[in-house]
C-alpha cells in the first residue's frame, strides 16, 4: 500500500458529497473508474503481492496423486493426471504464483498420457522414482531422480510409463502467465507416443549435451528454447560439488559462503532454458545460513534432499525432502539448515529481465 | 474453449463418484486444483479473452472528466485527474485490457500536478487541446494536438497547465501488467514541478528528435526507452502523407492498399519506445478497408480525426474524432473508412515479442 | 616496439651461431619464421602503425581532379572518376589507412558513372557543389553540400550529373579491408542509371528520414545498414546548433566544453551506418581546443567549414575548407579553433567496437 | 581480376597521353591513385586471396622445433620458442593467413615460458604429448592429447613443464589482423609462473565444463570469450562419436553424410570461444567425400589422427598426422578419406560474421 502521504490529504467540501456520488455512478455507467481513489492499490510503492508464501508438504501431495491414480483415469481430454498447487492468496485459482504452474503428475504403471503441444512452456522435475519417458517430438527422454527435463512450446509431447511401479514427479510451466496475457494455443497429437523405444539418454542429449561444444550442422542458430531436453543428475551434482570443493580451497564460484548455485541454460544462447522459466539448483552446506534476498518475480522451490529452515516473508517452515514452497515477488527469503540441503528453484525472473523490469535486494542493500 | 475431442470423452466409473467427491475435498483442503476439470478454461485452442471489444465515446468522457475538474481536486496522494476506462470484461478493475492502463487526464486552468516517480511506463496523447507541460526530470515539455510524449518507467514528472482553458489528454500505461506481475515501485517527488519555464521543444527533444542522427556524447548507449520525450505531430503527419503519396507513385510504404502507419520508436535501439508499451499512428485514405488481422496481444486506439466503422470479433461501431476502443487478443480487428481516418494506436506487443509469444494472422493467413 | 625488457636479454652461446644460422635458413626453407626475432614488431606494447599522420589540401587535389575531368573518360571498366588518398606509410596503396579508403570523385556536367554493386560499403560527402544524383537501387538521391550520402554494400548504383557544372565530392568506402581480408564481391548492372528523376529528396528519405518515427510495414525489421540513404544538411546543421545552444544554457549534449558532434546512425538499430564504417560531424565553437584523444582504429576528417589547427601525433597542420587529413591508430588528436570549425569524420570504429577490440583514451585517463 | 567488361574498354585519346602521363606523375607528388588503374586488384568479382594453399608437414617442423629446443633458450624477451608457418603468398611475414597465426611452439623438459598478456587471442592445440600447464591468470591447466586450450586477450599467462619429456603443441592466434588494424596492447608479468600445481582440471573447468550448467554467481554475465580454458578430448571425441551413431539410426547432427563436427563454443553466449576465432573439431567417417565448400574468410586445419586427400582451389595434398594446412578465403575446400580422419580447424569466421561480411557456398549453390 502507498504511505500516507507527508501532505494533508485531499478534503472534498462537504457540499459536493452528492455530486461527487452521482459522477461516480455515472463514472460506473460509462465503464470508468477514477485513479485518486484506486492509486494506494494500482501504483504501491514497492510490489505488494496477493499471492501469499505457503509450502505443501510431499507426504501430503503424493498420497492424494495416489488416490487420484486409483480414481481418475489419463485420457484425452482430461490430458494429465496433474494436481495443481493453489496459492492461497489467488481466490482458488490453479496457480501456484501469478506467473507459475507446478503441479504433481503421477502415471500408474504400464499407463500413458496422450500427445498433445501448446504454446506454454514446461518441464517436469523428478524427486524420486524412474521408469517414465516422456517422448518429446519423437525423441524418448528418460525421467529419473533429480533429472530436469525440458518441454518447450509447441512441442508434441507424452509420456509413457514401461515399469511396474508407478511414478510421480512435478511439473512446471507458464500456464498463468499464458492465460493471464491471452497467448496461448493448444493442439491435440495422437493418442500414443510414436517411439516407445527407451534409450538412457535422448537423441536431443547425445547432440547437444557436451560441455561447450554444439554441433556444427545447427551453429549459429539462436533457438528460443534450450535443445537440450534433459539436465541429468550427475552432472548437476557434480557442478554444484565442484562449487564447494572450490570455496572449500579459498577460490570463487560460490554465491555466497556455503551456498552453491548453478542455472540451467540454454546452449545455444548462454541465457535461460526457456523464454519465461529460469531453473536452477542450489546445495547449501551444513551449518549455512544465506542472506536475505528479495527479488521482483516469484520462485517455486523444491526440497530434493536434506532439511532446511525457510522463512518468507514473515512464514518460516521447516522442510523436507520433496517439499514445495512459494516466494512472492519481493518477499525476502533466507534459508538456513544444519545438516545440508539440496533445492531445485524455478522462476519466472526471464519476464523480467527480458522487459527490463528485474530488481534484487540483498541484505537491504540493491545488487 | 477446447474443443470437444472426437474421441470418446472420459467416463468415471459410478461407484467411485463418492471417493472422487471426497478425494476433490481433499485436493481443496491441502491448497491442490486437479487440471482434469480445469483444462478447457487453463489451456484453450487459441486464446479465448476475458477482456472483451469495447468502445468508449469521446463526447461522453470528455464531460465527465470535465464535471471531475469542478468536483475533485488534484493534490498529493491522489495525485492525478485520470479516469481510467475500464473493460466490462475485466470485472470493474480500471484496466482496459489485461495489460493496459488507458484514461483521459484533465488539467483545470493553472492547476498543477505533484511530482511522482513510478517504474510503470507512461506516455500521453493529445486528440485537442494545449497549455499543459509535463516536466519529465526536470525537462518541461509542451504538450500540443496530435503529439505523443513519453514518460519512461522511474522518471519523476509532474503537469502543469499554464493557460486559460483546461486540457484532456489520454494516458497510457502498463500498469495492469505491473500489477499483475507485482512488479512495480512508486515514489513521491517534489509538490511542484521544478522548471515552469514553457519552451516550444523540450531539450531532448532539441537533442534527439533529429532524423538519423544522435549526440557523439551519448551515442553506442542503448536505453531500454526513448530519449526522446515528444513526437511532434507535424512530423507523424509527414511521415504518413509521404507514405501514401509513395503508393500513387507506385512505390511501396504502405502496410497494404490505402493504409499508411507509422511505429515510434527508440532511436537508440530501432525498437519500440518503451518496454512493454508499442505506439503507432494510422492513416487510412478514403474509401479503404483493412484486411482482417488479429494478434496475439491488446491495443487500445483512439480515433484523431475522420471516421471510420470498425469491426472487432462480432462487434461493430462507427467511431468518430476521440473515441477509443479495445481489440482484446487474437480478436479479428477490420476498419472501413468513407472519407478518411487518422488513428492512434498503442499496445502491449513488446511484451509478447521480447518473450518470443507474439502471432500474427492476416486474412486468415499467418504472418 | 616492445620496451627494452628490465630484465637480461637473451644471448646466444657464440659456439651455436653456426648452427644457429643453420637453423633459421632451414626454417625459411619450410616456409617458417622464428617468434622470438620478430615479437617487438608482431606484438608491440601499444598500437605502432605503419600508416602515417597526414594531410591532403583541397585547393591542390581538387585542381587535380579537375585535370582528370578533361583527360580520363569515365565509363565501364574504369568505373569512377575517382582519385584516392594514398596514406604515404602504405607502400603506394591507395588506402588513406589500413581499412579505409578516400578518394575525390569527380563527374563533368551531364556525365553518367555507370552502374555497378559491390560489397564494400560506400558513402560520399558533399563538400561543396550540387548537380548530381546517385541512383542507389532506383532510387534517384540528391546530392547537395553538407550531405552525407549512403551507398550501403551489394546495391546497384551510378551517378548522373543532370547540371551544367562540374561536380566533385568525397568518396569513402572499406575497400582496403575488405581487399586485406578478402571478403569482397563486384558486379556490373547496366551502362545508365534507371531513373533520371530528380526529386529533393530520395523515396527512401521519405519512408525513413522522419526523428522517431518508422514505416510499420517495415518494422522490428534490423537491417545491417541505415535505410536511410541521405542525411541532409539541414538536420546536420541544426542538431549542432542545438548542441552549442544547450551547453550555453546549462545543459549537457556536447562531448566535452565548445565541441558539438553528431553520429550518423541506422534507424533500424541505432547503430553505426554501416558494420564497417562510423560516419560523425563534428563542431568547434570558436575559441575551442579538444582534449587529447587517442582510440583504436583510423579516421579521417574533412574540413566543412572554418579553420582548425590539428595536431596527430607529432603533426600539426592548419586545416581549411576541404582539407582531409588522417588519424592512425593510437595516434593522439586534439584540435584548436579560433574562429570555428565544422568537420566531417569518418572511421572504422565499428570494425573494433564489433570485435571487442575498442580502446579509447582521453588526455591519458582511459575512458 | 574483375572480369574483361563486354562494352568496348576505355581509349584514351593519344594526343592526351602526355598530359596524362603528366597527371599520373602529379597524382604521385599529392600522395594520391586513381581509381581506374586499380579497379581490378582494388574490387575483384569475387575474392582473389594473396595467400596460398599450403601445407606443412609434421614430420617437418617438428624436427625443426626440436633444433630450436637445443639452440635457443626461452627468456623475457624472446618470450616463447614458438615458430609460425609463414604463407609463401604472404611474402614472407610469419601469417598462415592474413588473419590468423599458427606456430608450433616447443618447451624442453622442465622448462618455462614467462608470463605475459595481450589483447591478441590465443589457443593451443596438443596433437601429441602431455606434461606442460599452461597457467592462465593464475589457474593451471593442463594440456593432454586432443585439448583445445584457451588463453582469450589480455590474460597473464606462462607455461612450465613439469615432465622431463619435451612438449610440443600448436599455437593459434589472430596476430595477423591485431596487426594488421593496429589494434593490439601488451604486457610483460612475472617471470614465472605464480602457481606450479598440476591438477588435472583446471578451476575454470570445475566451474564452467559442465553441459547446459552455468554457476549462478556468473550468470547472465556475458563475457566476450569463453570461460572454459580447456574443451577436454574426451568431450570432444564422444560428441563426434555420438554425431556418426545417430546417423547411422537415421537421424539428423552431421554436416553432411558421413561427417561429424562440433564447434567450440562460450557458453555465456553459445558464440565461438573468442571474438575474433572460430574453432572447430571434424571427423571423417571412413570412405567419406565431403561437398565442395567454399567461404569467406581463412582456416587452418591440423590433422589429428587417420589420413585424407585434401583438395583446396588447385592443390592437392594427401595428409597425416599433425599435418597442417591452410585454406585461404573463397578457394573451394574438399576433403576425401578412405580410412576415416580426425581434423582440427580454426578459423577467422567471427569477423565476418560480426561484420556481415560471411557468404559461404556448397556445391555451387549458396546457402
Redesign the interface.
Known sequence: M?RA?A?P??T?PSQ?EA??QA?YR??DA??????????GD??????????LP?V?RWR??LP?AE??GG???V??????????????GLG???HAT??LWA?IQYLCPREDAPVHR???HAFRFVVEGEGVWTVVDGDPVAMRRGDFLLTPGWRFHGHHNVSDAPMAWIDGLD?PF???????????GP?EVSDRSTPARS?AE????????????S??E?T?S?P?TA?RWE??D??LG??L??EQDG?????EPGHA??????????RD?M??VRA?F?RLRAGTRTAVRRE???SVFQVFSGTATVGVGEHEWTVDRGDLFVV???QPLTMTTGHGVDLFRFA?S????????D?VQVDGGAQ
Open positions: 502507498i502521504p501532505v490529504s485531499i472534498y459536493d455530486a461527487l459522477l455515472d463514472f460509462d465503464g470508468l473508474v477514477p485513479l485518486w481513489t484506486e492509486i494500482l501504483m504501491p510503492e514497492q510490489p505488494n503481492p496477493s499471492a505457503h505443501w501430503s501431495i492424494l488416490r487420484a480414481l481418475v483415469p485420457g484425452r481430454g482430461g490430458e494429465r493426471r496433474a494436481i495443481a498447487l493453489a496459492n492461497p482458488g485459482a490453479p501469478p506467473t503441479a501448446h504454446t506454454q500456464i499464458a492465460r493471464y496475457t491471452d497467448s496461448a494455443f493448444f493442439e491435440f493418442d537423441r547425445r547432440l547437444w549435451a557436451h560441455p561447450g561444444l554444439c554441433p556444427v550442422s551453429a549459429g539462436r528460443d534450450s537440450i539436465y552432472h548437476t557434480r557442478a565442484e562449487q570443493a572450490l577460490y570463487p564460484g560460490v554465491v548455485a548453478v542455472r540451467f541454460i540454454n546452449p545455444t544462447t548462454g532454458v523464454p519465461t536452477e542450489h521482483v518475480g516469484s512472492p515477488s519481493w519466472d526471464p519476464i523480467f529481465e527480458r522487459l527490463r523490469l530488481r
